[in-house]
């Protein structure tokens, strides 16, 4: 049975909002947490042009946050407007929101602040004999009263939300809110070296740093100059080219991999001095790392972006934690390209260090691969063996054919310039200094481990090598490069390979539809429970992969990770990325193969030409280095001179 409705109640009135109310719904979207009214009081500090700047906190900020400064200033009759609603000195009207330089232009920070904490204010400019002081509190402002004080601007903001219940109990613990402020004040600390900062919490110096660093400076101070063999430089200069709109200029630090974190709070990101979170440039970052880190994690980062303001919108979120490229490729490939480069000339081998904090690494500023292995290739004629490494790390070259490399060294000692010693016993070192040429094969010693590592060196240290990973690597990326060229071979199989499968895989098989036409995979239902393979990559079959296995497993992948159902292209290539790597996994050699001594110098060879050698497609380091410095340090030769 239904009730009998009863009429509807008379709609309330609609009334314009005291302001006060009005502006503490507008403070919910400024001020979320103290962390957020430091952030606005710094800002304010930097666009007066101060050079240094103070914050005191008491309890996290929750009971209190004073920021002093020494810039500017603002005239005794500005200090009431300073509080007000959409009160602003930095923007005349619309048209300036185009070009915006400064951090602030809304005028509605410090009105915010104030519609919901108790706010003290002193300033003086240069031109006032003495300072002054208002107070607000709600919606009361006091007149301004003089107050003696330095040029610059002194802001106290205590008990911040005591008028807004429902906000302050989302407060967390003040130990929590000051993690929260600290992150605020290095962001911008980070993306303002020549201005000095000190945030000091209950009378505790959390952070100080001079003004007038460098940006590089300033970055290592905060993150800590141990941090200095951890990070690689990037910079990329002008990247404009025709048809885009201003330069976009970067520079910054990328952490190595094994820095990498599961969320993204080791980034620092800035465009124009403004630090901002921006999935575009996240985006560019992962993918420059892509096969160095594991797909779960995000690479460690401060990254300083120039661009012209108007091609740059940062009116669009309340806190301009966002912003709107005009042209967000632009900045993608400009990061992507940058990063990639600096990852692609530094040695990405992470070194092993027993406690402490030693390093010994001084790659920072991204130099070249410090001195590679010698090449086991005759000087003579190097490209023929560099060429002749490649040709083994592709597919179809033969899994480490000894009589083929054999055959190459003995090619290689047939030359004139020869002396003819043997191949795997000559030391590069003992060569006779007075021959110009002579080295026959300057092979890396090496030894393998348990079937399963190898441990050779180089000038640094001694380095271990896992066997799966590199030449997992190196086969992949002769893969990608395969198919980059459209030379991925596949061939017909005389009898199709069978395989059952549970009856719902059958319908993954649209899924991987365009997948396996790239890869020259053919796969058909035969009946309810299985499929048949006709067609399969050469090199796979070359290498005794079982297509019917290799196809179920792929299936099993595309049916749990839904593979497909992603729009963009970016998801098509993820999906690539992993299938290339379960092929590049089966066709390479295991732990457990034991290897002929040609096949370890041709495995070596690989790390020095395969491009992200030090890592393998899942972003695990296929090496580790154990440097001398270490190793001096460990048997105490620092005290024993020899
Ligand atoms: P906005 O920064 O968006 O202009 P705010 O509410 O943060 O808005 O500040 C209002 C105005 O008060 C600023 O435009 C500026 O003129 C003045 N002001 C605030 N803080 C300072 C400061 N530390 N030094 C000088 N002027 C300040
Ligand atoms: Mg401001």
């Given at each position: 049975?239904?009730a009998?409705?009863a009429a509807?109640?008379?709609?309330?009135?609609i009334?314009?909002?005291?302001?006060?109310?009005?502006a503490?719904i507008?403070a919910?979207?400024?001020?979320?947490r103290?962390?957020?009214?430091?952030k606005?009081?710094?800002?304010?500090?930097i666009?007066?042009r101060?050079s240094r700047?103070?914050?005191?906190?008491?309890?996290?900020?929750?009971?209190?946050?004073r920021?002093?400064d020494?810039?500017?200033?603002?005239?005794a009759?500005?200090l009431?407007l300073?509080?007000?609603?959409?009160a602003?000195s930095k923007?005349d009207?619309?048209?300036?929101?185009e070009r915006?330089s400064?951090?602030?232009?809304?005028?509605?920070?410090?009105a915010?602040?104030s519609a919901?904490?108790?706010?003290?204010?002193?300033s003086?400019t240069s031109?006032?004999?003495?300072?002054?002081l208002?107070?607000?509190?709600?919606a009361s402002?006091?007149p301004?009263r003089?107050?003696?004080?330095?040029?610059?601007?002194?802001?106290?903001?205590?008990?911040?939300?005591?008028?807004?219940?429902?906000r302050r109990?989302?407060?967390?613990?003040?130990?929590?809110?000051?993690g929260?402020c600290?992150?605020?004040?290095t962001?911008?600390?980070?993306?303002?070296?020549?201005i000095?900062?000190a945030?000091?919490?209950?009378?505790r110096?959390?952070?100080?740093?001079?003004?007038?660093?460098?940006?590089?400076?300033?970055?290592?101070?905060?993150?800590g100059p141990?941090?200095?063999?951890?990070y690689?430089?990037v910079?990329?200069?002008?990247f404009?080219?025709?048809g885009h709109?201003?330069?976009?200029t970067?520079w910054?630090?990328?952490?190595?991999?094994?820095l990498?974190?599961p969320?993204t709070?080791?980034?620092?990101?800035?465009?124009n001095?403004?630090?901002?979170?921006d999935r575009?440039?996240?985006?560019?970052?992962?993918?420059?790392?892509?096969?160095?880190?594991?797909?779960s994690?995000?690479p460690a980062a401060?990254l300083?972006?120039?661009m012209?303001?108007s091609?740059?919108?940062?009116?669009v979120?309340?806190?301009?934690?966002?912003?709107?490229?005009?042209?967000?490729?632009l900045?993608?490939?400009?990061?992507?390209?940058?990063?990639q480069?600096?990852?692609?000339?530094?040695?990405l081998?992470?070194s092993i260090?027993?406690?402490?904090?030693a390093?010994?690494d001084s790659?920072?500023?991204?130099?070249p691969k410090?001195?590679a292995?010698?090449?086991?290739s005759?000087?003579?004629?190097?490209?023929?063996f560099?060429?002749?490494?490649?040709r083994?790390?592709?597919?179809?070259g033969?899994?480490f054919d000894?009589?083929?490399?054999?055959?190459a060294?003995?090619?290689?000692?047939?030359?004139?310039a020869?002396?003819g010693?043997?191949?795997h016993t000559?030391?590069p070192s003992q060569?006779?200094p007075?021959?110009?040429?002579?080295?026959?094969?300057p092979?890396p010693?090496?030894?393998q481990?348990?079937n399963?590592?190898?441990?050779?060196?180089d000038?640094?240290g001694?380095?271990?090598?896992?066997q799966?990973?590199l030449?997992?690597?190196?086969?992949?990326?002769?893969?990608r490069?395969?198919?980059?060229?459209?030379?991925?071979?596949?061939?017909r199989?005389?009898?199709?390979?069978?395989?059952t499968v549970?009856?719902?895989?059958?319908?993954?098989?649209?899924?991987?539809?365009n997948?396996?036409?790239r890869?020259?995979i053919?796969a058909?239902?035969?009946?309810?429970?299985?499929i048949?393979?006709?067609?399969?990559?050469?090199?796979l079959?070359?290498r005794?992969?079982d297509a019917?296995r290799f196809?179920a497993?792929?299936l099993?992948?595309?049916?749990?990770?839904?593979?497909?159902?992603?729009p963009?292209a970016?998801?098509?290539?993820a999906?690539?990325?992993?299938?290339?790597?379960?092929m590049?996994?089966?066709a390479a050699?295991r732990?457990g193969?034991?290897l002929?001594?040609a096949e370890?110098d041709?495995?070596?060879?690989?790390?020095e030409h395969?491009?992200r050698s030090?890592?393998c497609p899942?972003?695990?380091?296929t090496s580790i280095?154990l440097s001398?410095?270490?190793?001096?340090?460990r048997?105490g030769?620092?005290?024993?001179?020899?």
């Open positions: 049975m239904v009998p409705t509807p109640a008379p709609p309330r009135p009334r314009v909002l005291p302001p006060l109310v009005a503490q507008a919910g979207e400024v001020v979320e103290p962390a957020s009214a430091v606005e009081l710094i800002e304010n500090a666009d007066a101060a700047i103070t914050i005191d906190l008491d309890q996290g900020g929750i009971e209190l946050i920021v002093a020494d810039g500017h200033g603002i005239a009759d500005g009431a300073a509080v007000t609603p959409h602003t923007i009207g619309a048209a300036d929101l915006i400064t951090l602030g232009f809304r005028g509605e920070a410090l915010s602040i919901v904490s108790r706010v003290s204010l002193r003086r031109t006032d004999d003495t300072a002054h208002i107070e607000a509190e709600g402002i006091s301004p003089p107050e003696p004080g330095p040029v610059g601007t002194l802001i106290s903001v205590r008990n911040l939300f005591f008028n807004t219940p429902a109990k989302f407060l967390r613990t003040s130990a929590t809110e000051l929260h600290t992150d605020a004040v962001d911008l600390a980070l993306s303002h070296p020549h000095g900062f945030l000091r919490a209950d009378g110096t959390v952070l100080e740093v001079p003004p007038d660093q460098d940006p590089g400076e300033r970055a290592l101070a905060l993150l141990e941090m200095e063999s951890q690689l430089r910079s990329a200069d002008r404009d080219s025709p709109a201003g330069a976009v970067l910054g630090l990328i952490g190595r991999p094994a990498a974190r969320t709070k080791a980034q620092h990101l800035f465009i001095g403004r630090a901002i979170r575009t440039i996240q985006h560019a970052l992962k993918e420059a790392f892509r096969g160095l880190i594991e797909p994690r995000h401060v300083m972006i120039e012209d303001p091609a740059v919108d940062v009116n979120h309340p806190t301009k934690a966002e912003v709107r490229f005009r042209d967000s490729g900045v993608h490939s400009v990061v992507h390209r940058a990063v480069e600096a990852l692609r000339a530094a040695d081998t992470p260090h027993w406690g402490g904090n390093s010994s790659s920072f500023g991204a130099e410090p001195g292995m010698p090449l086991p005759p000087a003579a004629d190097p490209q023929r560099v060429d002749y490494f490649r083994l790390a592709s597919p179809g033969g899994k000894y009589g083929s490399v054999r055959a060294v003995d090619a290689a000692q047939a030359a004139p020869s002396t010693d043997a191949p000559a030391d060569a006779a007075t021959s110009p040429l002579p080295v026959p094969l092979a010693r090496v030894l481990v348990h399963s590592f190898l441990v050779t060196q000038d640094q001694v380095l271990i090598i896992d799966h990973a030449h997992e690597r190196a086969m992949f990326e002769a893969l490069d395969r198919l980059a060229r459209g030379e991925l071979e596949s061939q199989l005389l009898m199709p390979a069978v395989v549970p009856p719902q895989r059958l319908e993954a098989l649209q899924r991987v539809e997948l396996f036409a890869l020259g053919a058909e239902p035969m009946g309810p429970s299985s048949g393979v006709h067609a399969f990559p050469t090199f079959f070359d005794g992969v019917g196809v497993d792929v099993e992948r595309a049916e749990a990770e839904k593979w497909g159902d992603s963009d970016a998801g098509d290539e999906v690539l990325h992993e299938v290339l790597d379960m590049a996994c089966k050699v732990a193969d034991s002929a001594p370890l041709a495995l070596l060879a690989l790390r395969v491009e030090s890592n899942h972003g695990r380091p280095r001398i410095h270490e190793l001096n340090k048997f030769r620092t005290l024993c001179a020899s």
